[in-house]
């Protein structure tokens, strides 16, 4: 019997705190999201550099580069929770007032990394180009509403 209601307890307190979602304050947050960005960056940058002659393209990096950011994509989004326009951060008050918008962005982002890392595959660099181009968008057009700067 006892055995039973502290396993029973215990599931309970489980259940509480995962209905808070993963984080349960702003800071950690915060700085999960901007951690995921700063991965995303590093990973969408170095293709950029290979795009551009900045550095040599090597298909295969490239894209095990565009797979990890089709992998990273979606992370950022889990740290967007309720209250967190409120310390170090760069995210406008608007994400949470147009909260169906933004998520609807960050749709089109992870769709938009995803065929990036498909077409990345095939190794034709007109294709990557232009798959990469429609990614920066998504990065530009979510900044320019969302982000400070
Ligand atoms: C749907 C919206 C959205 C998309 C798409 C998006 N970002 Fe962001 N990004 C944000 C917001 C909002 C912040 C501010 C986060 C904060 O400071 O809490 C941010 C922050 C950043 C930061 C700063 C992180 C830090 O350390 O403070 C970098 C770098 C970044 N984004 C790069 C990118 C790149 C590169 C892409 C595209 C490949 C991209 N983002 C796509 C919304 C977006």
Known sequence: M???AVLLTSLLMMGAVQAKGAFDVSEDAIAYR????????E???????????????????FAERAQHLAMLSAIPFNGFIAGSDQGKTDALAKIWQDRSEFDAKAEQFVAA???L???????????MAKA??????NCKGCHQQYKAD
């Open 43 to 61: 990973n969408f940058a170095d293709m950029g550099a290979m795009l551009k002659n900045k550095k040599p393209m090597d298909a295969a990096i």
């Open 132 to 137: 990469f181009g429609a990614v920066g968008k």
């Open 2 to 4: 006892k055995k039973a």
């Open 34 to 41: 901007q951690a995921a960005f700063g991965l995303i960056k």
């Open 113 to 115: 990394t995803a065929e």
């Open 117 to 127: 890392a498909q077409i990345s595959a095939s190794g034709d660099p007109k294709a």
